[in-house]
């Protein structure tokens, strides 16, 4: 677990030349954890919360991972609000927002205090890159950690604060059900492109009734299935299965088509002529 320095030298724990040393890894300004200890998401979430005030909390991404959403990477600084005024800055690290934090607004999660949930889709889908803010609003859609309404009711409560219209926008386009970040890219380029819109998460039926396999996207109408290959899709098990799904899907009557990152960031129009095509 992390540790104020300074706590443990006042209590004999350690001295000063001992937190100096190679035994503990400096994660912010008087804050250590042992050299040996994984420093994963939870622990510099809970490193950076014995820098926080007794009003702030841990928001935005940071907020979204802690009720499950996969939208903090590790390379992403620790997230926090601190209401106004504050002492608390930004840091290597440590990404501070000054913002007023409503009793209702703060939940207490694993010990750490959060923004609610709403309140972090709020400030998620407040982000001036719409498709992080989607991305965001669904993450946390997905983890069923609140609601589209209640976003929305949180949205005309505030009417007033900076990024509010975007935010709306954002929630329009989100989607309940989506089950990772690039199937929410995948959805936004084919819409963006003036394609229909996919159906999320849908599953696929034979004629008796029996279910098939679940689809990312899908246009149950013309039969047509869209499907992000992530990394894990690489392994020979799931290639196996992989095989065997699709093979199910098409004799129930689909076309899946499979898309990887590198269609999404490198071959947008090939992807898109293959959707255009499949829906004709």
Known sequence: MPFRGSA??????????????????????????????????VTRAQAAALLLPPDAALSRRTAAFVYGADVWRATDPVEATVPVPGDLRSRS??????????????????????????????DLARDPDLTAAVIGVDALLGRRATKPQE???????????????????????????????????LRLTVVTAGLPEPVVQHDVRDAAGRFVARLDLAYPERHVGLEYDGDHHRGRDTFRRDAVRLNRLRLAGWTVLRFTADDLTHAQARMLAQIRAALK
């Open 151 to 185: 976003i929305a009711a949180y949205l005309d409560a505030h009417p007033n604060w900076r990024n509010v219209r975007h935010a709306r926008q954002a929630l329009a386009l989100a989607r309940e059900g989506v089950e990772s970040h690039m199937e929410t890219r």
């Open 93 to 122: 690290g440590l990404s501070v927002v000054r913002s007023p934090l409503e009793r209702a607004d703060v939940w207490r999660r694993g010990g750490l205090r959060v923004t609610s949930p709403v309140r972090t889709a709020f």
């Open 8 to 41: 443990a030298v006042a209590g004999g724990l350690l001295t000063r030349g001992q937190l100096a040393g190679t035994a503990w890894r400096r994660l912010f300004r008087d804050v250590y954890l042992h050299a040996d200890a994984t420093l994963d998401n």
